[in-house]
């Protein structure tokens, strides 16, 4: 699955037992312009570092998985938890890109030589 949207925050990688750590990222998403959606994605062991150059504010597409998993508290009630497991990341605009690209600065043509051997 993927979806396309803005940077709102980036967490710093959380150490969550010896042998798991994770990231999250947490994106402005716009389907209803009236109601925005802010979804978190996590990032988990080595795609952590997908996080690494993305900024606030950023325009990023994310593609991701859907987990879902049951759960039993300690009275026998079954509740139901889904993440949203980043596996790709791409940035869209920011994050270095700048807005306009660069051209070559104009040449002079008013300041050529008057020992000009053009023919013409």
Not at 54 to 60: E, L
Request: overall charge negative; hydrophobic content about 35%.
């Amino acid at each position: 699955m993927d979806i396309k949207g803005k940077v709102h925050e980036v967490s710093a990688t959380m150490q969550v037992t010896e042998s798991l750590k994770k990231r999250e990222l947490i994106v402005e998403y716009i389907e209803n312009p009236q109601y925005p959606e802010y979804l978190k994605f996590e990032a988990i062991q080595d795609r952590c570092n997908l996080l690494d150059n993305v900024k606030v504010g950023d325009d990023v597409e994310v593609f991701f998985n859907l987990r879902g998993r049951p759960w039993t508290d300690k009275n026998g009630k079954k509740s139901y938890f889904n993440s949203l497991q980043l596996w790709r990341l791409n940035v869209l605009t920011g994050g270095g890109a700048s807005a306009s690209p660069e051209y070559a600065p104009p040449a002079d043509i008013s300041s050529a030589p008057d020992d000009d051997d053009l023919p013409f």
